[in-house]
């Protein structure tokens, strides 16, 4: 009887350990999820900017979900909502974004750009300026890419 008893005692202290590293495994599976769909959005992205084409103004334009156009030698920043499809607006918003563009000065000169997500879309998310990083968020990623715009 005192064996089982005993036996019990480390199989209840067992199930409660397991179950009490649930919630961690939850919340690390989600951060986990949230970050590659950010990676996978600022791909998106940087790819959309580095195929700029030229309209019949002569500007650079984007052809995403969130169109972007900017002029040789410009500066252009769009702040947006976006889905995890890269779509601005909509009740499936998960991500706050901040492009940063700083277009080449002609086309023999290189481009750069400021990609930055945070998560979650809703509530006190903001991009600090001075700081430039993202503040009221669980979590965000930004890279910083190198294009040349093709005329």
Do not use: D, H
Request: glycine fraction near 8%.
């Amino acid at each position: 009887m005192v064996e089982v008893t005993l036996a019990l005692g480390l199989v209840t202290f067992c199930l409660i350990a397991i179950f009490s590293l649930l919630p961690v495994g939850l919340n690390s599976a989600k951060s986990s999820a949230e970050e590659a769909g950010a990676a996978a959005l600022i791909a998106q992205i940087a790819s959309e900017i580095r195929s700029a084409s030229t309209n019949t103004a002569g500007q650079f334009v984007t052809t995403g979900p969130a169109p972007l156009t900017w002029n040789y030698g410009s500066s252009v920043v769009l702040t947006n909502r976006l889905s995890l499809s890269g779509t601005p607006g909509g009740m499936m918003e998960r991500y706050a974004s901040r492009v940063e563009i700083i277009a080449p000065a002609n086309a023999l000169s290189s481009g750069t750009a400021l990609i930055s997500l945070a998560w979650p879309a809703a509530g006190p998310v903001a991009w600090n300026s001075s700081q430039t990083n993202w503040t009221g968020a669980q979590g965000a990623l930004s890279t910083r890419i190198l294009f040349i715009a093709r005329p």
